[in-house]
């Protein structure tokens, strides 16, 4: 990676990096065969894990639901091949560094069978939006540029505002990382049926699909897709190549000179950003009726021997991907999944590749990293930072574990970029530490909601007991004004109805 500069144009901050994507792209995608066994992580997406409808020894089909949603935010599981459950266990997987977290394991058969109870649909056009968001939830989709957001609760909440343009981020202004670029070359047709289905169930007349400006190629074949569609709804715009202009607040502040409120989401300002792959599986699920069962993978690196994008099944292992690009090299050292600024080492190819692995990154060193030093207050974290944060502020109240501070300086805005790392002259891992505090501001924030839920119930018990006693006092003063009232003879009726009582037991 060269040295960066500065220059994002009409954003703040950034920087222009070494694209390294040249030889992964020189190539189309490359299907891969299906591997003998995948390991599909019931937790592939931002909420509650899915919960298994099979068991072990059970036979599946491609495409077949394996995994339902529980709860208000989740995505279905689909099995990516044929072939029998295995095993119900924990497994290594890349969303936890490497830990281990519940999957299901199919040993797959080799025959690839597809699930065939799939109905048809109608012309989507003849569906209300309410109906096409459902079918879209039941496909497993969800945000394939890293967010994993599933897609379907996206946009439910979307609709909820005035929206008025839909944004294809096809932007992939990280190094290394081209399986959009690919995507766009090779499935123009399809991205652009997935924006017009998504304009359907949103009710948008206005669609942006925005590229980054050396991406030649994937911007003329999609101008030529564009040509023969001729739907005049779907403009294609250029946006600078700077990191991170990929960024979702970032994106929707270059093509529409719109910016999102602190705190906010783009559809605070009548914006719906989703990715061009997400797009693309939407059009193959409400056209082709084919579930989220496999996404096109960067696979690159100086410790890879041949640098590719692949088509693999989602619960591939690493170490099948890698082998099929070649295998590891002599030089190879670091496992990175992801990109080199937002991806996550890893130490073991066990882990699979799922829906949100855009990329298998194999380095020869770890980046060269200097010794930490204290803090010069230069200011060149907050000359890169696209959020127009002040980093070396929230450095310090970090370090404090100051989180009134904090939040008032904007800690929950950070992106995670990377950018003010790559900027420090003293070496300090300032992502990492602001990771850090915003879960620690995150545990906080949960362990308050856990004592307003325990306070919610201890009142709703005292107030329970408080109404079960006046009732109480309220029977007892009953009875005492119909002894009062009654005369001797019902008294000593009911006395002697009590003994007999008495008697019996």
Request: aromatic share 4%; with cysteine; glycine share 8%.
């Amino acid at each position: 990676m060269s040295a960066p500069t500065y220059d994002l144009g009409k954003l703040h901050g950034g920087l222009r990096l070494e694209a390294n994507k040249a030889e992964a792209t020189s190539n189309p995608i490359q299907p891969m065969p299906v591997p003998d066994v995948l390991v599909l992580p019931l937790a592939q997406h931002v909420g509650e894990p899915s919960q298994p409808i099979v068991n072990v020894g059970d036979t599946v089909a491609r495409g077949q639901l394996i995994a339902a949603v529980e709860g208000s935010l989740g995505a279905p599981i689909h099995a990516s091949s044929s072939g029998t459950v295995v095993a119900i266990e924990p497994w290594p997987v890349s969303r936890r560094l490497g830990s281990r977290a519940p999957c299901i394991v199919i040993e797959c058969d080799g025959k690839d069978t597809v699930f065939a109870s799939a109905n048809a649909l109608p012309d989507y056009r003849q569906l209300a939006p309410k109906e096409l968001l459902q079918e879209i939830l039941q496909g497993g989709i969800v945000g394939l540029g890293g967010a994993v957001f599933p897609t379907a609760q996206k946009l439910m909440q979307a609709i909820t505002c005035d929206l008025e343009y839909l944004i294809l981020n096809g932007v992939e202004c990280e190094p290394y990382i081209s399986c959009d670029d690919v995507l766009m070359r090779e499935y123009a047709r399809e991205i652009l049926g997935g924006a017009r289905i998504l304009m359907h169930a949103l009710g948008l007349e206005v669609c942006f699909i925005a590229v980054e400006s050396d991406k030649p190629q994937a911007i003329q074949r999609l101008g030529e897709a564009m040509a023969e569609l001729g739907d005049e709804r779907i403009v294609l715009k250029q946006v600078p190549t700077i990191y991170p202009s990929g960024g979702e607040d970032q994106l929707v502040q270059l093509v529409t000179n719109l910016e999102v409120p602190t705190g906010g989401l783009p559809s605070d300002v009548g914006c719906l950003v989703q990715n061009v792959g997400t797009a693309s599986a939407i059009y193959d699920w409400i056209v082709s009726r084919q579930p989220l069962t496999s996404r096109v993978t960067t696979i690159t690196g100086d410790g890879v021997a041949r640098p590719m994008n692949v088509l693999a099944r989602i619960g591939t292992p690493i170490a099948d991907v890698v082998a099929f690009a070649g295998g590891y090299t002599e030089r190879a050292r670091q496992l990175i999944v992801g990109g080199p600024m937002t991806g996550k080492s890893v130490t073991t190819d066990r882990v699979p590749l799922v829906k949100a692995t855009n990329c298998v990154l194999v380095l020869s060193e770890p980046p060269a990293i200097g010794n930490e030093m204290p803090c010069i207050r230069c200011g060149n974290c907050a000359d890169v930072c696209p959020i127009q944060l002040l980093p070396q502020q929230l450095f310090w109240y970090a370090c404090a574990d100051n989180e009134k501070k904090l939040r008032e300086y904007g800690l929950t805005d950070c992106i995670e970029c990377g950018c003010c790392d790559l900027v420090c002259p003293s070496h300090i891992p300032l992502t990492a530490d602001f990771r850090t505090a915003k879960a620690r501001i995150q545990e906080l924030a949960d362990e308050k909601a856990r004592a307003e839920r325990a306070r919610s119930r201890f009142e709703a018990r005292n107030e329970r007991l408080e109404k079960e006693r006046l009732e109480r006092v309220e029977e007892l003063a009953k009875q005492k004004d119909v002894a009062k009232q009654a005369g001797p003879e019902m008294i000593a009726e009911i006395l002697k109805r009590k003994q007999q009582e008495k008697d019996k037991d």
